[in-house]
């Protein structure tokens, strides 16, 4: 009867999770399909749309654990057989729409964006639901659309052109290895030596930081030479804007360090028929900046002083699902709400603190933690302020990667955390 329960409570939520593990080879051809979306609306509405689908040649994301998600993100993309029984496939993620909708400027307009979703291809027909959640984790959008493999109107990529790509380093693990994409943006032609050599850097900046050192035969880096008309990337607060191969540019959502591209379509038909799953976008240029969202992407300048923790940072939102652990009291509306507890892993509201880091508390550690400025990397507590926010958010250590570039290493919670997703990644 429980099960049976259980069972029934997902159906309703939409949320389902298979009773037994999912197979790839029984469900899914060796290929690609990328799902094109169009996110719009304000600082309350949101409307998801189907822009379009393509195909690919090989799929070179994970084939475990196919029907679980690792964290929740702010939403979930749901593949099930069109009796709506099983979950085949799935994956969270963020975005910068929603992002945006905590910004001042969505109380005043509609905006839209793009957004890619890559899943395997089906064998058969498939339903996939994709979901958008707000602040309080609260589904807020969502689209059911059938998805057919014979359906003439998904184009197929095989025969465009390839980049010229390369790989920077190759993982021994016998299994599936993590494939992580590192393109060029604003590299011309004849600055692709110059690329290559800040990929051999940034892969040198990952594997230093545990846990990527001890799992790095987990991993696959992968050098994508897309060449840009212009060298270095546009930076709108001093009028610069130049032509380059993903359109990037600071002052996203007018904060000028904030570096990131709004071509998410662009970025995957570069990439497409190239061994992806997850992306780093290096731009050439030595101003300060960059950004990091989940199962997206990271966008980093690859010239700058702080280049190498800054690429570390940002690859910790992009493929750990991290928050960010430092504050200042700016933000229009509170991203973390203080009846929620937050989906990432290394903050906490305290609403459902048992699900986060309690287990690596010492005994009689006491909540929130006073910093006292010893052991700061390593000595696990409760130390108000993260998230943006000085007050009612809580991180794991007095600094941590995820809180200042002079931090050598990951806390202890968040490598634990980055270890899970690569284990999750590579392991049933």
Not at 24 to 43: A, C, I, K, M, W
Not at 98 to 103: C, D, I, K
Not at 151 to 168: A, F, H, N, Q, T
Not at 322 to 349: C, G, K, Q, R, V
Request: with cysteine; proline share 5%.
């Amino acid at each position: 009867m429980k099960r049976y329960f259980l069972l029934l409570l997902a159906l309703l939520m939409g949320t389902l999770t298979a009773w037994s593990q999912v197979r790839f080879e029984d469900y899914f051809e060796d290929q690609t399909l990328r799902l094109d979306y169009t996110l719009s609306g304000n600082h309350s509405e949101q409307v998801i749309s189907l822009a379009g689908m393509k195909q690919s040649t090989g799929w070179y994301g994970r084939r475990v654990n196919l029907g679980k998600l690792a964290l929740e993100g702010s939403g979930q993309l749901f593949v099930t057989d069109t009796l709506g029984r099983d979950t085949l496939y799935c994956q969270s993620f963020s975005t910068l729409f929603q992002e945006w909708q905590t910004y001042e400027e969505a109380t005043q307009l509609w905006r839209s964006f793009e957004h890619c979703m890559l899943m395997p291809m089906p064998k058969q027909p498939v339903d996939v639901t994709l979901r958008l959640t707000d602040t309080h984790r609260r589904e807020r959008a969502r689209l059911t659309h059938r998805v057919k493999p014979s359906d003439i109107l998904v184009e197929r990529l095989g025969s465009k052109r390839i980049e010229p790509w390369r790989y920077v380093r190759r993982g021994s693990f016998q299994g599936h290895c993590i494939n992580v994409a590192i393109v060029a943006e604003g590299y011309t032609a004849e600055e692709m030596g110059v690329f290559l050599r800040d990929c051999e850097t940034t892969v040198d900046a990952l594997l230093a930081h545990e846990p990527f050192k001890s799992e790095k035969e987990r991993f696959n880096f992968i050098a994508v030479s897309v060449p840009s008309a212009e060298s270095g990337v546009s930076i709108p607060h001093q009028g610069l804007w130049l032509q380059t191969a993903l359109g990037s540019h600071f002052d996203t959502f007018y904060s000028a360090r904030y570096l990131t591209t709004l071509r998410i379509q662009r970025l995957h038909d570069v990439l497409a028929g190239i061994p992806y799953e997850h992306i780093i976008i290096l731009a050439n240029t030595s101003n300060y900046g960059g950004g990091g969202v989940y199962n997206s992407y990271v966008l980093s300048a690859a010239h700058n002083v702080a280049a190498r923790p800054v690429v570390v940072h940002e690859f910790g939102h992009s493929f750990g699902g991290l928050a960010d652990e430092y504050f200042y009291d700016d933000m229009f509306e509170t991203p973390y709400p203080d009846d929620t507890e937050p989906w990432e892993p290394n903050i906490t509201t305290l609403v459902d603190f048992d699900s986060k880091w309690k287990d690596m508390l010492k005994r009689k550690t006491p909540i929130p933690t006073q910093p006292d400025g010893k052991d700061v990397y390593t000595k696990v507590g409760v130390y108000e302020g993260a998230g943006y926010q000085s007050k009612g958010v809580y991180r794991p250590t007095q600094e941590c990667r995820m809180k200042v570039n002079e931090a050598p290493v990951f806390c202890p919670v968040c490598e634990r955390a980055i270890r899970r997703i690569i284990r999750y990644h590579t392991e049933e």
